[in-house]
C-alpha cells in the first residue's frame, strides 16, 4: 500500500482535489440553472444546499481530517497518522516498500478524545440532520411550485425554513472546521492510548482532504439556504386585493 508523504506532495494533491471538486460544483449548478425555465435559482439552491448536506454527511466518516506527520518514522512511531472525527488511522511502514493501516473507530466510552473533537462530531451529525430535513422540503416546495399547487394555495415563501435550516447547518459545520484549523495551526496532541502506537504530538500537522471537503459543504449550505430565503413568488401567484 502506497501512502502519501508529509511533504508538498500531501498539500499538492489536497489542494488539486480542493479545485477539482469546487468546479465540479460549480458545473453542477450551472448546469441545474439552465436546463430549468421556472424556479431556476431555486434549483441552482436546491442543488448547492444538496452537494453541501453530501459533502457533510461523507466528510464526518473519514478520517483525512488532521493529517500527522512524523519525520523520522521508527518502528514504534507510525510513518503517517490520519486524525478523523470517529476514527483515526496510522500507517505503519512494515518493510522497505510496504505499509500497513491499521484504523481505531471511536466510541462514546473513549475519554482520551478532545473536547473539539466532541463538540465537532455532534455538530456535524446536528448538520447533517438539519441539511436532509432541508433537502426534503425544498423536494416538496419544488413540486408544488412546478405543478402550480403554490399560486393557489401559498402567501408565503415556501423555502424560508428549509433555507434558515441550511444556513443553520453552515454555521455549525463552520464551527466545526474551524476548531480543526485552529487545532492544526496550534499543533494540539491528543493522548492516545497506548496501543494506537501514536505519539501525542506529531512533528507535522496539515489540512485533510476531509476537512477541505467540510469547508466547501458549509460553503455550499450556506448559498443553497440565502438562495432559498431570498426567494419571492411570482406576481400572479401573490393574492390580489378585492378593493
Same mark, same amino acid.
Given at each position: 500500500m502506497s501512502v502519501p508523504s508529509c511533504n @508538498?506532495? =500531501?498539500e499538492n494533491k489536497t489542494l488539486m482535489y480542493i479545485k477539482q471538486l469546487f468546479?465540479?460544483?460549480?458545473v453542477f449548478i450551472v448546469t441545474v440553472i439552465m436546463v430549468s425555465r421556472r424556479g431556476g435559482r431555486q434549483l441552482g439552491g436546491f442543488a448547492a444546499a444538496t452537494l453541501a448536506w453530501i459533502f457533510c454527511s461523507v466528510s464526518m466518516n473519514l478520517p483525512q481530517w488532521r493529517v500527522w506527520c512524523f519525520e523520522e518514522p521508527m518502528e514504534s512511531k507510525p510513518s503517517l497518522t490520519l486524525v478523523g472525527m470517529w476514527r483515526t488511522c496510522v500507517y505503519h511502514r512494515e518493510n522497505n516498500s510496504e505499509f500497513l493501516r491499521v484504523c481505531y473507530q471511536y466510541t462514546y466510552q473513549d475519554t482520551f478524545?478532545?473536547? $473539539?473533537i466532541r463538540v465537532a462530531q455532534h455538530l456535524l451529525l446536528i448538520s447533517s440532520i438539519l441539511g436532509l430535513i432541508a433537502t426534503i422540503s425544498v423536494i416538496v416546495a419544488l413540486w408544488k411550485l412546478y405543478t402550480g399547487r403554490l399560486? +393557489? +394555495?401559498i402567501t408565503h415563501n415556501p423555502f424560508f425554513v428549509p433555507g434558515i435550516l $441550511? *444556513? *443553520?447547518?453552515?454555521v455549525l459545520v463552520f464551527i466545526s472546521t474551524l476548531y480543526n484549523y485552529l487545532s492544526i495551526i496550534r499543533k494540539d496532541g491528543i493522548a492516545f492510548p497506548p =496501543?494506537?502506537?501514536i505519539p501525542n504530538i506529531p512533528d507535522n500537522q496539515k489540512v485533510g482532504t476531509a476537512l477541505a471537503m467540510a469547508t466547501l459543504s458549509s460553503f455550499l449550505f450556506l448559498? @443553497? @439556504?440565502? *438562495?432559498? *430565503?431570498s426567494f419571492t413568488l411570482p406576481e400572479r401567484s401573490r393574492p390580489q386585493s378585492s378593493i
Open positions: @508538498g506532495e =500531501y468546479h465540479h460544483c460549480q478524545i478532545p473536547l $473539539n399560486r +393557489k +394555495k $441550511n *444556513i *443553520i447547518a453552515s =496501543y494506537f502506537h448559498v @443553497g @439556504g440565502t *438562495i432559498s *430565503i
